[in-house]
């Protein structure tokens, strides 16, 4: 019998979670995280990371697996990710594959030889000096498919995407795809932009309700610099600056809302590409699709 994994994803916002614990209940499941924020303890609210009771009893994996203070990367990931599915497998169950990071994601569905480049922090240091934007400019130029995916606003991530290609000699992109060990569906959960909006502010109030505010004042005592919290790009970006004084509440909402709402328009992007991707519009469909995939 042949390994099946099901990829339940989509922007942000749009349902993933409450869909990946309804298949994995009717379908013998256990869910492996694909979201490169809700890898780092300590960070809860801001990421959306379910809850315990949320889980309804469906082991999670690759939740709070590394230090806010560390770097953390899709090497990393797939080290760790692959060592999931493979205990799933050998539990006889089926691993779900959750999130919305597209090359989190890609990097297990077509088994991807990620380019071991290790940090340079000379070279990370002459980047840092010059501006975001002239940094997006160079990488637009030595690489223009990963500058088109990438969140331009994200300085941790355009230095990093410059210092692989730097170092490398070459574009990240093409990657060096393997044959995967398994078989895989891929399902996709869409939003009319409208609604997605609408959800996108609704989470954002839940979540500022919540106590987003008091846990990245937290993490930043535990000794998560304002730097590091900034590069965390959104809540944590808009929230951080709104500590420091550089934003007034109501700047920071409104920041976070249109940074979000971008967001979730880059991840569409990223995954349109991949015509493998069944887009679905509720429950049921999604249900009929596994049942035939299984």
Do not use: C
Not at 10 to 36: H, N, R
Not at 60 to 69: F, G, N
Not at 114 to 135: A, F, Q, T, Y
């Amino acid at each position: 019998m042949s390994k099946k994994i099901i990829v339940i994803l989509g922007p942000t916002a749009s349902g993933k979670t409450g869909l990946s614990i309804k298949l994995s209940k009717k379908f013998k499941g256990e869910v492996v995280s694909a979201d490169s924020r809700q890898v780092y303890k300590g960070m809860d609210i801001g990421t959306g990371k379910i809850t315990k009771k949320e889980t309804q009893g469906i082991p999670h994996y690759l939740l709070d697996v590394a230090d806010p203070k560390k770097r953390f990367d899709v090497a990393q990931y797939k080290i760790l990710a692959d060592k999931a599915i493979e205990k799933i497998f050998n539990k006889g169950k089926i691993p779900f594959l959750v999130g919305g990071t597209g090359f989190y994601i890609q990097s297990i569905v077509d088994n991807i030889q990620i380019l071991n480049v290790k940090p340079d922090w000379k070279l990370r240091e002459k980047l840092e000096k010059k501006p975001l934007p002239e940094l997006y400019r160079m990488l637009a130029k030595l690489d223009p498919a990963r500058a088109h995916n990438i969140d331009k606003n994200n300085p941790r991530r355009v230095i990093r995407a410059l210092e692989i290609v730097l170092k490398s000699k070459r574009p990240i992109m093409p990657l060096i795809k393997n044959k995967p060990a398994f078989e895989v569906l891929l399902i996709g959960v869409k939003r009319p932009k409208k609604e997605l909006k609408k959800l996108i502010e609704k989470r954002l109030l839940k979540r500022l309700d919540e106590g987003m505010i008091s846990e990245i004042k937290k993490l930043h005592k535990s000794g998560v610099s304002w730097k590091r919290l900034e590069e965390f790009g959104l809540e944590y970006r808009y929230v951080a600056q709104y500590l420091q004084n550089k934003l007034s509440y109501g700047q920071m909402v409104w920041h976070l809302q249109k940074a979000t709402e971008h967001y979730a328009k880059r991840q569409m992007t990223w995954f349109k590409r991949d015509k493998r991707i069944k887009w679905i519009k509720d429950t049921k469909q999604a249900e009929k699709l596994v049942k035939k995939f299984l």
